[in-house]
């Protein structure tokens, strides 16, 4: 079993900052890549950041410049920085991670139960 738990949203003023972690845990042999996806009110959920074990990362374009992913393998934890933010950013955000389990022959995606931003004066 891999559960993986988001932390850190909530309400943000417009220019603000978070950090959203997400902690997986359970009977990991291995987690490969790791990212943040959300999903606004209304809108299909979209990629925000993917990072590899490797720390090899990548961005969504309206992502890139504002948000930072990164993570410690050591705690199998992926975090999301997100500065200056806007009313637009307002969605739930969810952790994925491509994850093989102990005893199993390949890896499985489980995703986080999400964490609402909201951005809003």
């Known amino acids: 079993q891999v559960q993986l738990v988001e932390s850190g949203g909530g309400l943000v003023q417009p220019g603000g900052s978070r950090r959203l972690s997400c902690a997986a845990s359970g009977s990991i042999f291995r987690i490969n890549d790791m990212g943040w996806y959300r999903q606004p009110p209304g809108k299909q959920r979209e990629l925000v950041a993917t990072?590899?074990?490797?720390?090899?990362?990548n961005y969504a374009d309206s992502m890139e410049g504002r948000f930072t992913i990164s993570r410690d393998n050591a705690k199998n934890t992926v975090y999301l920085q997100m500065n200056s933010l806007k009313p637009e950013d307002t969605a739930v955000y969810y952790c994925?991670?491509?994850?093989?389990?102990?005893?199993?022959?390949?890896?499985?995606?489980?995703w986080g139960q999400g964490t609402q931003v909201t951005v809003s004066s």
């Open positions: 990072i590899a074990s490797g720390g090899y990362t």
């Open positions: 994925n991670a491509e994850v093989r389990r102990r005893w199993s022959t390949s890896p499985s995606n489980y």
